[in-house]
């Protein structure tokens, strides 16, 4: 089985379902793009900042080699990180990101943060996460969001992304990078789970044409092995009564339901799973239908409640403030 797609105001189609390679360990992420691919998974979300880019290319590697899929049947994704926001850096970060992943070009790369931090060589420190030294300084840069998105654009002018996009944007942001885009994003990937539901951020994106892809569907879930105070103090959402009750109703998983209430709405979701069970679950999230009734009961669980903010793991860059 593979995913329903998404079709993007590039023209180009996105896999609705595909799997986040955030968390993916150097020592497993070559096998479980593999085994991922063989499941029916053909969108895989990569970044500099995970690491494990060199990983990711050899699984999409040895499944291209033995014949389960041609580069085309795949839709693969990364990210430019905070460090390489200059203008002059852009291009030669993608260029190098290409070549971990072994490949020619992203079908789509997408700014990670709307924040531009001072460069730091790759042969000094890669990824560079987000501080400047081992100090621990988090070093502004000075590139603006105008200057990273022209140089963005250019990428797909050189054929090295097909497709470019943002990520972790507000409103306003959105607004004013749209006055001056040569090449409209394409795509806006947010954290987005029944306590966080953003309802104005996506009715802009969907008035725009941008699609929207979900990250850290399942909510505190994805942060509590990070151990983050907040995430340990947020009830599960696997545990919430409504999302249990809807998912002993439909006979799937509670990550099923969850899945499913972000798809059904058109919104593109990023899991990932070590279990070959969940992978083929989570691939399944399209076959069944929630009632409007049922949907609006999870998106009624809204906290606005957001794990994913550099204010409480770094203390600073308050981008959602």
């Known amino acids: 089985m593979t995913s329903p797609t998404i079709k993007l105001n590039s023209g180009h189609a996105m896999p609705q379902v595909g799997f986040g390679l ?9 096998e479980q793009v593999y ?4 499941t029916g998974y053909r969108l895989f979300d990569g970044a500099c900042d995970y690491g494990n880019e060199v990983e990711a290319g050899q699984g999409v590697a040895r499944a291209i ?7 085309s049947d795949l839709f693969l994704v990364s990210k430019l990180w905070n460090s390489f926001h200059d203008g002059d ?21 997408i700014v990670h943060f709307p924040i531009s931090l001072a460069y730091v ?30 140089a963005m654009e250019k990428l797909v002018d050189e054929g090295l992304a097909k ?16 006055r001056y885009a040569r090449i409209r994003p394409a795509t806006l990937q947010i954290e987005h789970h029944p306590y966080l539901t953003q ?25 509590l092995e990070m151990d983050m105070k907040k995430a340990k103090d947020t009830p599960l959402l696997f545990d919430n009564p409504t999302i249990k009750s809807v998912a002993e109703k439909y006979g799937k998983t509670p990550a099923q339901v ?37 949907l609006d009961q999870i998106s009624g669980l809204d906290r606005n409640l957001r794990f994913n903010d550099p204010m409480d793991y770094l203390g600073t860059l308050p981008i959602f403030a």
């Open 199 to 223: 309802p104005h951020l996506l009715q802009l994106a969907k008035s725009e044409g941008i699609a929207v892809t979900a990250y850290s569907s399942f909510g505190p879930q994805s942060f």
């Open 65 to 71: 080699k033995e014949g389960l899929v041609k580069r």
């Open 35 to 38: 085994n991922a691919i063989k």
């Open 121 to 150: 060589d790759p042969s000094v420190r890669y990824p560079p996460g987000f501080t400047y030294d081992d100090k621990g300084e988090v070093r502004p840069g000075k590139a603006t969001i105008q200057e990273t998105w022209t």
């Open 163 to 178: 497709s470019i996009g943002i990520s972790n944007f507000q409103g306003s942001l959105i607004i004013d990078l749209l």
């Open 22 to 30: 955030w968390k993916v360990t150097n020592d497993t992420c070559a």
């Open 89 to 109: 850096r852009v291009g030669p970060i993608c260029k190098k990101q290409l070549q971990d992943w072994g490949i020619d070009y992203f079908d789509l790369y």
């Open 258 to 294: 969850l899945l499913r209430w972000a798809t059904q709405r058109g919104i593109a979701v990023i899991p990932k799973s070590n279990s070959q069970d969940r992978l083929k679950q989570n691939l399944e999230v399209t076959t069944f239908d929630l009632s409007s009734g049922e």
